[in-house]
């Protein structure tokens, strides 16, 4: 066992992921909505300069319906979601109490700064939740706890022997 204090973090940053935006009528004829895309309105920036959880983070008013027969003119993969940053830290205390037996105290903070993570927004043009958030990262990922919800802090001790 190792005396004294450790400190450790890790800290992620990534760009925003590709938001799948696809038109949620069948304009083409084609009977089914895959790969259905609306069009891109020219000069309207498609991301709300102040997005929040409240307004959503696409602007509805940057698409529009293609005409009939057609498909829309937005390219795939042309619009990304919100950036990712999370930072975990932790801080331990190894005590040596005898000469095989020792303590460790340790405290971890999962999402120190509580700094806000969301899932994709709705990517489906024409529905009520379109550039609308509704998850989290890591509850959309099926995995509570992954990273990206609020700050968790987590205290343990450890006798070893």
Aim: proline share 8%; no cysteine; net charge positive.
């Amino acid at each position: 066992m190792k005396k004294g204090w450790q400190l450790g973090a890790i800290v992620t940053a990534q760009t925003g992921r590709p938001i799948p935006i696809e038109d949620s009528d069948d304009n083409s004829g084609r009977y089914n909505h895959y790969n259905q895309r609306p069009d891109r309105v020219a000069s309207v920036n498609p991301i709300l300069p102040h997005w929040s959880v409240a307004t959503g983070y696409l602007n509805p008013n940057a698409f529009a319906q293609p005409a009939d027969g057609t498909f829309g003119n937005l390219g795939r993969n042309a619009i990304f979601g919100p950036k990712y940053a999370n930072t975990d830290f932790s801080v331990e205390k190894n005590t040596k109490i005898y000469e095989k037996v020792g303590t460790q105290l340790r405290a971890e903070f999962f999402n120190i700064f509580n700094h806000p993570n969301f899932a994709q927004p709705g990517g489906s043009y024409g529905s009520s939740s379109f550039g609308q958030f509704s998850q989290t990262p890591d509850v959309a990922q099926g995995n509570p706890g992954l990273g990206g919800g609020p700050r968790v802090i987590q205290l343990a001790l450890r006798i070893e022997f």
